[in-house]
């Protein structure tokens, strides 16, 4: 039995980052895990309303093999007799969009083809959500998974899937973007159950830049006597040093801290071998907040 998929969705492609991305909103249990697939070099996929998931691998398979996201769609849909329930949103290897609704979906149903991306949407309160949708994208600033997450927001603001509120998700892909660089998972996260979903994932894509973005040199910030002397203090309250709260920054209090910074997961931020005498801005302000420090 197919899925009844009422969600609001975004599908776009970021020709500066090389990344391919889906966000996805619905009152419905864990969204994220059937509507949302991507593929480095190949595309995006949203498979909606009465989702077929297998959309999903298939869309990316036919695109990875050079097809145009509209002659994927095109060859989706010729081989499905329920097309007429089906929502589709894609965008191609060069960011060439098509989506699909159909005639069959419930009121509101609709689509919006942009430059690079696509918005679709069923059950909703109305055109807004989508119209709301593309001017945020397109106008938003930031990296694909915070303007994706922006067109949810402003999509969430005005309307939404008129039912009310249950999941959201954000999926990123781009070559080598994977934890490790051996995979193109660059950001997936998700709110499979939530009374406000979709400021839930905007929160958690925040957290994601905290833990995996990369330090700009604009940033790091050199470890002196003041700050040296906060994390000695941190450190030895939390039980990784036992040496004097002096202000010097050395080996046994790099080591120390390296300890914290492995236990804490900020190795994308800061590495003793890498530059052990200064800190990234950002990781700094994280453990202030993590642990209560006033800076």
Same mark, same amino acid.
């Given at each position: 039995m197919p899925m009844h998929?009422?969600? %609001?969705?975004?599908?776009?492609? !970021?020709? !500066?980052?090389?990344?391919?991305?889906?966000a996805v909103a619905s009152k419905f249990l864990a969204?994220?895990?059937?509507?949302?697939?991507?593929?480095?070099?190949a595309g995006a996929v949203a498979t909606q309303a009465f989702a077929r998931v297998g959309f999903g691998p298939d869309g990316?398979?036919?695109?990875?093999?050079?097809?145009?996201?509209?002659?994927?769609?095109?060859t989706l849909l010729a081989n499905d007799p329920g097309r007429a329930h089906r929502q589709v949103g894609i965008v191609d290897s060069r960011?060439?969009?098509?989506?699909?609704?159909?005639?069959?979906?419930?009121?509101?149903?609709?689509?919006?083809?942009?430059e690079g991306f696509t918005c679709q949407g069923n059950i909703?309160?109305?055109?807004?959500?989508?119209?709301?949708?593309a001017e945020a994208f397109t106008n938003s600033q930031g990296e694909l998974a915070d303007r994706l997450v922006e067109a949810l927001l402003a999509g969430d603001t005005v309307g939404g899937d008129r039912r009310g509120k249950q999941a959201a998700a954000v999926l990123v892909v781009r070559p080598g973007g994977g934890y490790g660089g051996d995979n193109?998972?660059?950001?997936?996260?998700r709110v499979d159950?939530?009374?406000?979903?979709?400021?839930?994932?905007?929160?958690?894509?925040?957290?994601?830049?905290? %833990? %995996?973005?990369?330090?700009r040199p604009e940033d790091l910030l050199t470890i002196d006597e003041a700050i040296a002397r906060e994390l000695q203090a941190l450190l030895h309250r939390e039980g990784y040093y036992d040496g004097p709260v002096n202000g010097i920054w050395d080996e046994a209090s790099k080591q120390a801290f390296w300890a914290l910074v492995g236990n804490?997961?900020?190795?994308?931020?800061?590495?003793?071998?890498?530059?052990?005498?200064?800190?990234?801005?950002?990781?700094?302000?994280?453990?202030r907040s993590r642990f209560g420090l006033t800076g």
């Open positions: 998929f009422n969600t %609001f969705s975004i599908v776009a492609y !970021d020709p !500066d980052e090389q990344a391919w991305g889906v969204a994220g895990a059937v509507v949302s697939w991507a593929q480095a070099g990316l398979a036919m695109m990875a093999q050079g097809k145009s996201a509209a002659e994927t769609l095109e960011g060439g969009a098509a989506a699909y609704t159909g005639e069959e979906c419930f009121d509101w149903a609709g689509h919006r083809i942009g909703l309160t109305g055109p807004e959500t989508l119209d709301a949708m193109d998972r660059y950001l997936d996260l159950d939530d009374p406000d979903p979709v400021h839930r994932l905007k929160a958690l894509v925040a957290t994601h830049h905290v %833990f %995996f973005g990369e330090t804490e997961n900020l190795e994308e931020r800061w590495g003793i071998d890498e530059h052990p005498d200064q800190i990234d801005r950002v990781a700094l302000d994280y453990l």
